[in-house]
């Protein structure tokens, strides 16, 4: 079974500040990881995402993840935020051979004039 | 078109009524899928196509909710005899590849139906 944990539901960072958002997935396969950000009334959009190969992942906007595997970890970082990062940030993950994701509930993320 | 486009961008629905919602992939995306996002909760999958063969309907959550994409483009989500829970937003996404979830997503901006 696929499952991810987002610590966190909400997030205020000041501008200019370190973003970090935690994310914890259980699964049974290798699995594929993926930060996606929704800004208001609009749909989801990928951030990144692992599959294979190297476990640090860099992403639009600045930000990236680093896969780790001892900690089932996932967290997403970007080292200095702007107000245009403010929206919501959802996890997720699925099976290598999937067809389908498994979100997490989502960390809703202010950024601080 | 440039994205995926789902209609309406709101729906408010009696009780007991009937709905569909409409999700027009991007031309040529063989894979389509339905999720539903309740209120401060993640996307949760409903079901996959895959041209206009449904592959995977397993997160239907009663036999309320069916779905179609009969010519393998355009596809329907009905819900008959809506109740309170159906409430959230749901979305639509299409694939350039064969549903493999590293390929790629387009995801639309969602369907709001609230149920009163």
């Known amino acids: 079974a696929q499952s991810v944990t987002q610590l966190g539901s909400h997030v205020s960072v000041s501008e200019g500040a370190l973003v970090l958002l935690r994310c914890n997935y259980s699964?049974?396969?290798?699995?594929?990881l993926f930060w996606y950000v929704q800004y208001p009334n609009q749909g989801l959009q990928l951030l990144l995402k692992?599959?294979?190969?190297?476990?640090l992942v860099k992403g639009i906007n600045g930000f990236e993840a680093e896969f780790k595997k001892s900690e089932t970890s996932f967290h997403l970082t970007k080292p200095s935020a702007q107000m245009s990062d403010a929206a919501e940030y959802f996890c997720?993950?699925?099976?290598?051979?999937?067809?389908?994701?498994?979100f997490g509930t989502g960390t809703s993320l202010t950024v601080i004039p | 078109g440039a994205g995926v486009s789902q209609s309406p961008r709101y729906k408010v629905a009696k009780r007991g009524q009937d709905v569909a919602l409409r999700c027009d992939p991007i031309?040529?995306?063989?894979?389509l899928f339905w999720y539903q996002q309740a209120l401060g909760q993640g996307p949760e999958f409903l079901t996959y196509?895959?041209?206009?063969?449904?592959?995977?309907k397993s997160g239907l959550p009663s036999d309320r909710f069916f779905a179609e994409r009969p010519e393998g483009s355009v596809s329907t989500l009905k819900i008959q005899r809506t109740q309170q829970e159906d409430s959230a937003v749901y979305l639509c996404?299409?694939?350039?590849?064969?549903?493999?979830?590293?390929?790629?997503?387009?995801f639309g901006s969602g369907t709001r139906l609230t149920v009163v």
């Open positions: 196509f895959q041209n206009e063969a449904q592959l995977d």
């Open positions: 031309s040529g995306h063989v894979s």
């Open positions: 996404a299409s694939s350039l590849g064969w549903g493999q979830t590293n390929y790629g997503y387009t």
């Open positions: 997720a993950v699925s099976k290598n051979t999937g067809n389908q994701f498994y």
């Open positions: 692992y599959t294979t190969g190297a476990t």
């Open positions: 699964s049974s396969v290798p699995p594929y």
